[in-house]
Every structure is written in C-alpha cells, then in structure tokens.
C-alpha cells in the first residue's frame, strides 16, 4: 500500500525537476521537433552553390554518406578567386534553447589536388560574432566526422538564429552535418491545468533519424559566447504540447492508482461476511448438546 501511495510522486520528480532536454538539426531533414530546415545562402537553382549529398555526384570532395550523421551532409566551397562574384556564403538556422553544438565533416585533401579542403567561418549568434572555426588540411585524403566546431552553453533560454558564414579572401569548403541544442522544458505540477486552446503538436520525427549521438572530433578552433539575446520568431508550440502530453499522462496515473486502491477496499469489505460463516463454530451447552438441537439425550 505504502508504494501505491508513494508512486504519484516518483513519476512527478522527473517533470518537476526540469532537466535539459536535446534535439537536431539535421543538414537536410532539418529540426527533429518543429521541422524548420536549414537556410542556405546565396540559392541559385541553375547552378547551387551549396549541394546536399544526393546533389554531389560529380563533387570533387564527397564525403561517406555512412558516416555522416543521419546519412545526410550539405557541403559548399567558397573560393572569391575562382569565384569573385560570391561575396558571402552562409548557413543559418533557429532554435529554442539555452545551448547550440555546430558538428562539421573536415576533409584533408592534398593542396596539389587543387581541391579545397580548409576551411575557415565564423559564426554568429542573433546578428553577434560568437566565434570562430579553421582547418588546414595535412594531405592524407582522410576525413573527420562529427567534428565540434562551435559549442556554447550560456545562451537565454529562448529562440535564437544561428549563422555559419564565411568570407573574406580565404578559399574555404565548409561540410555542415548537424547541429545539437538543449531546451529546458517548463516545471510542471499537480496544480497545472492545460489551456483550453492548446493543441497537441502533429509534427513527426523520420524513422531514420538516430536515436543516440556519436562522438565527436574536437579540432582547432577559437570560439566565445555572446550574451546578446534578440527576440525570435521560432514557434513554442514543441515545449507547449509536451507540457500538456505529461500532465495528462501523470493524471491517468494517479487516477489508476487510485481506482486500484477503491477497487481493493471494496473486495475486503464483500468478503469479509463470508469469512465469518465459514469459521464461526455452533455454541455448545452443557450436557454435550449443541444449542438448537431438536435431539435429546436418553440416561
């Protein structure tokens, strides 16, 4: 009985307690939650400037799709002497978080090959430069996957753009894998009510996507946190619909646990006659009579 009791509140520590949850953001199948998809920049149909792995037959530089994370990489070359009319070109991407990891595949192809393999960007976080990332190639012809380029941990709790750009006069090829960030669903408790108007999330999550995160590569790289905040434009509906999904799910348990309880009083209470009639015995009287016997004794 005494865990019927307790097990309510084991199944409320969880929620209460507000753990940071992770989610990606995949190249290509883009946000595991809300689906928002990666804005790659500049477009040009006729010729992309930044091309996803089904798009890069005839690439110089292709990475094993095997290894990547999902199966998927979008990769782009910015070179402003081959190409002097690119100016920019830039990733960006929106989430709700306290926390962003930027994951990268580094490709290590000789200079003579005169194929770019090093790269050199900078991000920004909200319109703020929040660090940096360069990889010189050795020569090997070898790949790095899952390589952490940018991580920070001391973002507002809130919706934030995130760029990955590069520029300037260094030729760089820039491999974007995935990204990773941490949310901080909202405390919940046995006085929370869902709203009237809220509404379950219908948004679901490809059967491919991986389920746990590789290791990662720590390269080179110089980065820094802004604490500039800007107000976003990315939807809370996610965290809304969970908030309401475990309210519902903890009272469903509570209501079982007590239907079990009821249901258990009520079994006793039915059976406890019964049990009186079956151990009762009839009185006896003196003589050796039993009480409510019609025979007599005869001397």
């Keep these: ?49 930044w091309k996803n792995a089904m798009q890069c037959a005839d690439c110089g530089i292709i990475p094993d799709r095997s290894s990547a994370m999902n199966g998927t990489w979008t990769g782009a070359t910015y070179n402003p002497i081959s190409n002097p009319a690119l100016k920019n070109m830039s990733a960006e991407l929106k989430f709700h978080g306290s926390a962003i990891y930027i994951y990268l595949i580094v490709s290590n192809y000789p200079v003579e090959t005169e194929l770019t393999s090093n790269v050199f960007c900078d991000f920004r976080i909200d319109g703020a430069i929040a660090g ?7 020569g090997s012809y ?29 030729p760089s090829y820039i491999i974007f894998d995935y990204a ?11 006085n929370d009510r869902p709203s009237p108007t809220s509404s379950i999330a219908s948004d679901s999550i490809g059967a491919s996507r991986s389920s746990t995160y590789p290791s990662f ?8 946190s802004s604490s500039t905040a800007a107000s976003g434009t990315l939807s809370t509906k996610s965290v809304k619909a969970l908030t309401v ?29 019964l049990f009186r009639a079956f151990r009762q015995p009839d009185p006896v009287v003196p003589g050796g009579a039993v009480e409510g016997s019609r025979e007599k004794m005869v001397h």
Aim: charged content about 10%; glycine content about 4%; hydrophobic content about 45%.
């Design 245 to 273: 999904g475990v309210f519902l799910g903890i009272l469903t348990s509570i209501l079982f646990v007590v239907l079990l309880v009821l249901v258990n009083l009520s079994t006793k209470k039915s059976l406890f006659p």
């Design 217 to 224: 590569t720590l390269l080179s790289s110089t980065s820094s």
């Design 132 to 138: 940096s990332f360069s990889h010189i190639t050795n």
């Design 180 to 190: 990773l960030y941490s949310y901080k669903p909202p405390s919940l408790s046995l």
């Design 1 to 49: 009985m005494k865990l019927l009791v307790i097990a309510p509140f084991l199944l409320l520590h969880p929620v209460v307690s507000g753990q940071l949850m992770n989610h990606t953001i995949d190249d290509t199948l883009g946000d595991e939650v809300t689906g928002f998809k990666v804005q790659y920049s500049p477009l040009n149909a006729s010729a992309p400037v």
């Design 142 to 170: 070898r790949f790095a996957y899952n390589v952490l380029a940018y991580s920070t941990t001391s973002l507002k709790d809130d919706d934030h753009t995130f760029l990955i750009e590069s520029t300037g006069t260094q």
